[in-house]
């Protein structure tokens, strides 16, 4: 998600002197393994064109990065906007919708004075102690007291019954294009139960599919967009015990025969003995159908 992204930012920005992307490449597990070496190898193979720096830390033994404590980022990928002032405009940590983020630095370019941009998220569970993880939770966007958004908007309501018109039994489609947790095989229909509010989408899985039986993500419906960023529990085939790591994003389509979804997901999967540690990422989508 982060690498697209910033080579098209580059291209749309680079002809300005007063816009810098950058990369940071922040190492606060697995030391052994994301060296330099590996680092330079990394940004060769993918085309990388805007500059990538390796977060120093502030003293031998430390275990925060200086600029992770500085911006307080989290995971992979936290996308940080800072102004020329040094000051921290926008954090978020996991996918998000590019378009109102990029309408945001052109008016962070032209306009003097310009109010933080937040995007909402889905909450995120704590991490269990001592439980090494790729992902931390997602920053405060600034140490100082936040001012209002940018484009302020009433709070959602939230109906006590889910639409009639888009929530009922969806065939969903799940297609890996990237793996290592050893799954084969063409991609897999699951039947799901969404129901759709005004906030909110809400589908129930006729089984465990990717260690995960339910899933709740925010939705827009506005633009018919849904994201869903989260950590929780879950159990793989033959009742093994997992924690999993959920980044999704997607469109609810309304207006053909039947409701619609098209979707992007990454999970990545753990147990807790250490012998599973992996990363299945894809895209999917199905349309809602009636029971006979």
């Not at 906007?81 to 983020?101: A, C, N, T, Y």
């Not at 990237?178 to 991609?187: A, T, Y």
């Not at 465990?208 to 039986?213: D, E, K, P, Q, V």
């Not at 309304?254 to 003995?273: F, N, Q, R, T, V």
Request: charged share 30%; glycine share 10%.
């Amino acid at each position: 998600f982060s690498i697209p992204l910033f080579q098209r930012w580059t291209e749309e920005f680079g002809a300005r002197d007063d816009v810098l992307v950058v990369s940071i490449h922040t190492v606060f597990e697995g030391h052994d393994v994301q060296s330099p070496e590996h680092l330079r190898l990394f940004v060769a193979e993918r085309g990388i064109a805007h500059p990538v720096g390796i977060d120093a830390y502030p003293s031998p033994g430390a275990r925060v990065p200086i600029t992770m404590d500085r911006f307080e980022t989290g995971g992979t990928p936290h996308i940080a906007i800072v102004d020329q002032q040094g000051k921290l405009r926008f954090s978020h940590f996991g996918r998000f919708e590019p378009d109102p983020v990029e309408r945001f630095i052109t008016r962070l370019l032209d306009e003097d004075e310009a109010k933080t941009l937040n995007i909402k998220s889905s909450p995120r569970k704590t991490e269990k102690p001592g439980r090494k993880s790729r992902r931390t939770p997602p920053a405060a966007a600034s140490r100082e007291p936040e001012p209002p958004p940018t484009e302020p908007a009433e709070a959602p309501s939230t109906p006590d019954a889910p639409d009639r018109e888009t929530s009922g039994s969806y065939k969903l489609r799940f297609e890996a294009v990237s793996r290592s947790c050893g799954e084969s095989g063409p991609p897999v229909e699951v039947i799901t139960q969404v129901s759709v509010y005004d906030d909110r989408i809400e589908a129930k899985f006729s089984r465990a599919y990717l260690g995960l039986r339910s899933l709740t993500a925010t939705y827009d419906p506005g633009s018919g967009h849904f994201q869903a960023d989260l950590q929780q529990q879950g159990q793989e085939k033959g009742g093994v015990a997992v924690d999993l790591g959920l980044q999704l994003t997607g469109r609810l389509i309304i207006g053909g025969d039947a409701p619609e979804m098209e979707y992007d997901y990454y999970l990545d999967k753990s147990s807790a003995d250490g012998e599973l540690d992996c990363v299945i990422e894809g895209r999917g989508g199905g349309a809602r159908f009636r029971k006979r």
